[in-house]
């Protein structure tokens, strides 16, 4: 699952796929929030539809578009808010969340970690063999995200779950020895 933070528009996209082969499109949406609404109010709303994502959905793993500095203050500390609200389901569930920088996504969806917005989805499109681009940008760029996670994270679990596995063997080894 794919989660593109925002807390006016918080996409969310859920893809089925293993690395080396082209993903299937499960759902795309958007979570909205009234601009009108304080904060905490349009977050606990993000939270019960990402609640709602993450039980219908039960995927294997969440990733989250990591935020990065911007010039927009009031922006970069919206979409941290609605980052961390998307984690905190996500580790409630016990699901692993992963963090993907928007130019690791681009890369890994276009080539380019500097392509535009009609790119990404240009290639979400493609990849999904989807008949048009998931509107608004947020829906795109959350299943980019996913993509990107099924692409590339699944290559970073592996690895993880080898060492884990190394760590284990060295200590039953270890074990042994002192007896």
């Not at 794919?2 to 893809?15: E, N, Y």
């Not at 939270?47 to 793993?61: G, M």
């Not at 779950?161 to 060295?170: K, M």
Request: charged content about 20%; glycine content about 10%; proline content about 7%.
């Amino acid at each position: 699952m794919g989660i593109d933070p925002g807390l006016t528009r918080c996409g969310l996209g859920v893809v089925d796929g293993v690395p080396g082969r082209p993903p299937t499109l499960v759902a795309v949406g958007v979570a909205r929030t009234p601009p009108d609404l304080d904060t905490a109010r349009r977050l606990v709303r993000l939270e019960a539809e990402i609640e709602i994502w993450i039980s219908t959905h039960r995927p294997d793993a969440v990733a989250v578009e990591r935020v990065f500095a911007q010039h927009n203050v009031q922006t970069v500390m919206g979409t941290a808010q609605a980052a961390g609200v998307a984690m905190l389901v996500a580790a409630r569930h016990g699901y692993p969340v992963a963090l993907h920088t928007p130019s690791e996504v681009k890369a890994a969806i276009t080539g380019s970690g500097r392509a535009g917005k009609d790119q990404v989805g240009s290639m979400v499109t493609r990849i999904l063999r989807l008949d048009a681009p998931p509107k608004p940008a947020d829906a795109a760029d959350a299943l980019a995200l996913a993509i990107c996670h099924v692409w590339r994270g699944g290559a970073q679990n592996r690895l993880q779950d080898a060492i884990d596995r190394q760590r284990q063997v060295d200590r039953t080894t270890q074990g042994v020895r002192a007896r």
